[in-house]
């Protein structure tokens, strides 16, 4: 499974930005797909994941502004991030599993005024 990530950026707290994930095969077959992320000098942690039946599962952390939702149309997966934090700046990662873990390459969000 390749998958592509885009849609990180500079944004001031407070601000939105929605991530995409576009997945090279039927995402309806991989078993779950997420988003992690991993903040300077600190660990890679999960940030929402959506599994192929629809349900979700997020971190506390981002629980209530975040919003993780798939289009199997066009093999995509999306992070709607709102009312975003300073806490938030990290690099965002888009996983697959499907008997394994496959990464994209990542993608910086950055939030700071």
């Known amino acids: 499974v390749q998958l592509q990530a885009s849609g990180g950026g500079l944004v001031q707290p407070g601000g939105s930005l929605r991530l995409s994930c576009a997945a090279s095969m039927n995402i309806d077959s991989i078993n779950f797909m997420g988003w992690y992320r991993q903040a300077s000098g600190k660990q890679r942690e999960l940030v929402a994941l959506?599994?192929?039946?629809?349900?979700?599962e997020y971190a506390d952390s981002v629980k209530g502004r975040f919003t993780i939702s798939k289009d199997n149309a066009k093999n995509t997966v999306y992070l709607q991030m709102n009312s975003l934090k300073p806490e938030d700046t990290a690099i965002y990662y888009c996983n697959a599993y499907l008997r394994g873990n496959y990464w994209g390459q990542g993608t910086l969000v950055t939030v700071s005024s």
């Open positions: 959506v599994s192929n039946m629809g349900s979700t």
